[in-house]
């Protein structure tokens, strides 16, 4: 479960995790409620949160980051 903020949701898509609002504890309890009620969902979307992380890469993030920032600044 992923607090829902836009830093986030840019970079992990809903059919890889959970979100729940971030300044609410019910729907927190809802999410998790949820998840127990429906394992194979829940692990299907672990399965592809693992292999997603395992892809993601803070130096590739970096790499595009920089990309971003010299196209802006050159042209």
């Known amino acids: 479960i992923f607090s829902r903020i836009p830093a986030i949701e840019k970079i992990v898509s809903a059919d890889k995790a959970f979100f729940a ?3 609410s504890v019910e ?6 409620k949820y998840i127990l009620e429906h394992e194979n ?3 299907e979307r672990a399965l592809k949160m693992r292999t997603y992380a395992l892809t993601f890469n803070w130096g590739d993030r970096a790499g ?3 990309e971003f920032i010299e196209k802006r600044h050159n042209g």
Do not use: G, L, N, T
């Open 21 to 23: 609002e971030s300044d």
């Open 27 to 32: 729907d927190w309890e809802r999410k998790i």
């Open 41 to 43: 969902e829940a692990r």
């Open 64 to 66: 595009s980051i920089r």
